[in-house]
């Protein structure tokens, strides 16, 4: 992992909200990119690029530096999308077995090898009619050169999955290519699918993304100062509470000469009790100061949202 990253990170959970700004303009057109292929509407693609990053801050700190920060983003982005696209009917492709057993591998990269446009074109087509997963996988390893063992680490799989997967994909695209739409990988293979692979409609993120991005991240950050200023007070009031009883409890175990009543207890504290004197005295100015805190910070979120609009 990138040590600069390392430190923005570390800056960003210290309060600095607006590094995060960093990472939109670092990642936001790599994942915007990953998760179009996967769901194919750019409309939905930047709904699901925000939530991405919007889990992203909000987890910031589980973050553990394993591995590269964009490997974990790309990991939350791909997670994301499927889960969006698992509400959707899919629909499923169905390929004959004795066609797809029957295939031998230099059949398949001779297929894929040829760089007449014609098969470029059917390529393209049938890259539409890959699963989402699979989409994602081309997009990785294809498009954008990544590792097979970041790959691993983004889709939660083994590396032996993956070259699986890899060779699959390539045999469902012959398939594909040759029906008209019904082991190891090496890159330098397939010329055709990568060329059509970059012919893929190229869709880009709002000019003025990060900027929306970052209004959501500073109000996400604001709400969630009150949230732990809230939980601080309700600390401090459980306490004082424990507190006061436990102080009454003792005042009245103290100075009770039996269980008759409360009034012959009360008459027996002395008048010039200094814990009976204080304790009012304390409750009601920590009162006080709890309203006081709260009305300020109201004025101050009405400020930040008016700020906002």
Request: contains cysteine; hydrophobic residues 40%.
């Amino acid at each position: 992992m990138k040590n600069d990253e390392l430190h923005i990170i570390t800056s960003i959970l210290a309060g600095n909200t607006e590094r995060f700004s960093y990472f939109l303009d670092t990642y936001g057109q790599q994942i915007f990119t990953l998760i179009v292929r996967m769901v194919g509407s750019p409309e939905d693609a930047e709904e699901l690029t925000q939530d991405t990053f919007m889990k992203a801050f909000r987890h910031l700190s589980d973050f553990n530096g394993k591995s590269s920060f964009s490997t974990w983003l790309y990991r939350i982005a791909y997670n994301t999308a499927l889960s969006s696209l698992r509400k959707q009917p899919n629909e499923v492709l169905s390929v004959d077995d004795r066609l797809w057993n029957n295939l031998t591998e230099n059949e398949i990269d001779r297929a894929l090898d040829e760089e007449d446009e014609e098969r470029i074109e059917q390529l393209q087509r049938a890259l539409e009619k890959l699963t989402p997963d699979e989409r994602a996988l081309v997009t990785l390893f294809y498009e954008e050169d990544r590792p097979i063992a970041e790959i691993c680490h983004i889709l939660n799989q083994t590396e032996g999955n993956i070259k699986v997967k890899l060779y699959r994909i390539r045999k469902k695209l012959y398939i594909l290519i040759k029906t008209g739409g019904r082991n190891k990988m090496k890159k330098e293979d397939s010329k055709a699918l990568r060329k059509a692979i970059g012919r893929q409609p190229e869709f880009r993120l709002p000019s003025n993304f990060t900027y929306r991005m970052m209004q959501q991240v500073e109000q996400e950050a604001f709400l969630r100062k009150k949230r732990n200023e809230k939980r601080i007070f309700i600390l401090w009031a459980a306490t004082l509470i424990l507190m006061g009883g436990s102080a009454l409890a003792y005042l009245v175990l103290t100075y009770m000469k039996n269980l008759s009543g409360i009034e012959e207890t009360l008459k027996n504290i002395p008048e010039d009790s200094s814990l009976l004197q204080t304790f009012p005295v304390l409750l009601t100015v920590f009162m006080l100061l709890a309203v006081l805190n709260y009305r300020l910070n109201t004025l101050r979120y009405r400020k930040f949202m008016e700020k906002e609009k």
